[in-house]
Nanobody
Framework: QVQLVESGGGLAQPGGSLRLSCAASGFTFSTYAMVWARHAPGQGLEWVAGSYPDGSVADYRDSLKGRVTVSRDNTKNILYLQMDSLKHEDTALYYC?????????????????WGQGTQVTVSS
C-alpha cells in the first residue's frame, strides 16, 4: 500500500535552513505529482509546493517563492523540500502528499494521500 514517511524536521533558528525528505513506497513514484503542505498552530492546512513527475516543473505558494525549493529523486523515491531563510511563521507540521495523477493537486483533492508529517519549529 502507499506509504509516505516524512523526516528532516526539527528545531531551527530564524534565518537557518532545513531540508525535509519524504520517502515514498507502494506506488510508481516517478509517475505521480507530489506536494508539500503544512499546518501551523491555530491555522488551517496550507499548500506549500508541488512537483510534477519528472521533477522538471514545480509550483510554489506565492508567499514562499524564493525561500523553498521542492525536488525529487525518482531513483530513490524521495521527495525533498529545501527551506531557507526560515522565519518563525514557518513553524508547522509539514506533510508530503501523493497526488492522484501526474498533475499537481490541491488540498481539496479527495484522492490525494498524505503522510503523517514532520514537525518544523523555528525559534531562537
Amino acid at each position: 500500500q502507499v506509504q509516505l514517511v516524512e523526516s528532516g524536521g526539527g528545531l531551527a533558528q530564524p534565518g537557518g535552513s532545513l531540508r525535509l525528505s519524504c520517502a515514498a513506497s507502494g506506488f510508481t513514484f516517478s509517475t505521480y505529482a507530489m506536494v508539500w503542505a503544512r499546518h501551523a498552530p491555530g491555522q488551517g492546512l496550507e499548500w506549500v509546493a508541488g512537483s510534477y513527475p519528472d521533477g522538471s516543473v514545480a509550483d510554489y505558494r506565492d508567499s514562499l517563492k524564493g525561500r523553498v525549493t521542492v525536488s525529487r529523486d525518482n531513483t530513490k523515491n524521495i521527495l525533498y523540500l529545501q527551506m531557507d531563510s526560515l522565519k518563525h511563521e514557518d513553524t508547522a507540521l509539514y506533510y508530503c502528499g501523493k497526488c492522484p495523477s501526474g498533475y499537481v493537486c490541491e488540498l481539496a483533492d479527495e484522492d490525494a494521500y498524505w503522510g503523517q508529517g514532520t514537525q518544523v519549529t523555528v525559534s531562537s
